[in-house]
């Protein structure tokens, strides 16, 4: 998404108010088992002064999720800050700032920067999720099983691929 910061550039120090909406690619998220539903909102504003375009937003969009506990997929509003610098060259500036462009300033790289890095390390379908049952693989979130009471400590980690783990950790 190509932002005009043509009015900026005239107006130094005064903030310009924008909205506009980012369609990124699926496949940025592919790794992590998301997709966008919704393109990205973007609403903030940005002001130019001494060669340098702060833009500071917030953002909105809706993800379809895979939970990292029980495998469900699930949709999720999800929303994230935005604080970033652009400048006319790298010389006089720091690595982590974008640059300005004849057109004006591209957003999609500092909006896609800024959403992987408010993304959560894990996906749940819902705080308390319950996960998969570790001995049937039920999803503990709907079934009720009884694996745990029927089966004794030696048996659980005989037929369990995950019983070592308890050793591991002390248990």
Same mark, same amino acid.
């Given at each position: 998404?190509?932002?005009?910061?043509?009015?900026?550039?005239?107006?130094?120090?005064?903030?310009?108010?924008?909205?506009?909406?980012?369609? +990124?690619?699926?496949?940025?998220?592919?790794?992590?088992?998301?997709?966008?539903?919704?393109?990205?909102?973007?609403?903030?504003?940005?002001?130019?002064?001494?060669?340098? +375009?702060? +833009?500071?937003?917030?953002?909105?969009?809706?993800?379809?999720?895979?939970?990292?506990?029980?495998?469900?997929?699930?949709?999720?509003?999800?929303?994230?800050?935005?604080?970033?610098?652009?400048?006319?060259?790298?010389?006089?500036?720091?690595?982590?700032?974008?640059?300005?462009?004849?057109?004006?300033?591209?957003?999609?790289?500092?909006?896609?920067?800024?959403?992987?890095?408010?993304?959560?390390?894990?996906? +749940?379908?819902?705080?308390?999720?319950?996960?998969?049952?570790?001995?049937?693989?039920?999803?503990?979130?709907?079934?009720?099983?009884?694996?745990?009471?029927?089966?004794?400590?030696?048996?659980?980690?005989?037929?369990?691929?995950?019983?070592?783990?308890?050793?591991?950790?002390?248990?």
């Amino acid at each position: 998404m190509l932002l005009n910061i043509m009015r900026a550039k005239g107006n130094a120090g005064i903030a310009q108010n924008f909205e506009v909406e980012c369609t +990124l690619p699926n496949d940025m998220l592919e790794e992590r088992n998301i997709k966008f539903l919704t393109p990205v909102k973007i609403k903030g504003e940005y002001s130019y002064k001494n060669e340098v +375009l702060n +833009l500071v937003a917030d953002a909105s969009c809706r993800l379809q999720c895979i939970c990292d506990n029980c495998g469900e997929t699930f949709e999720k509003d999800f929303s994230f800050k935005i604080n970033e610098n652009f400048i006319e060259n790298y010389n006089s500036h720091s690595d982590e700032d974008y640059l300005i462009n004849q057109a004006g300033i591209n957003i999609d790289e500092a909006v896609s920067d800024n959403l992987l890095l408010s993304l959560s390390s894990r996906m +749940l379908c819902r705080e308390d999720c319950k996960g998969l049952c570790d001995v049937c693989g039920k999803n503990k979130n709907f079934y009720k099983c009884n694996c745990e009471e029927n089966l004794s400590e030696i048996e659980r980690q005989e037929e369990n691929p995950f019983g070592k783990i308890k050793e591991f950790r002390g248990e």
